[in-house]
């Protein structure tokens, strides 16, 4: 049986604010190895919107 993992960081409007705390590189880390090790990453419209030109690149791009 596999996990699911909730991980949220958007308000309900659908923006972050990042004014309150600046992700560091241990957690920015943390969710690039939590994410490279994931089957499935389900996106909200907005979330989704704004990561879809990334996609297509994203195999030729070594900083991805």
Do not use: C
Request: hydrophobic fraction near 40%.
């Amino acid at each position: 049986m596999r996990k699911i993992i909730f991980a949220i960081n958007t308000t309900i409007d659908g923006y972050a604010d990042h004014t309150a705390g600046i992700v560091d590189a241990e957690l920015h880390n943390f969710f690039t190895n939590l994410l490279s090790n994931s089957d499935v990453i389900l996106f909200g419209r907005k979330t989704y919107e704004l990561m879809e030109n990334f996609w297509p690149n994203a195999k030729d791009d070594p900083q991805s």
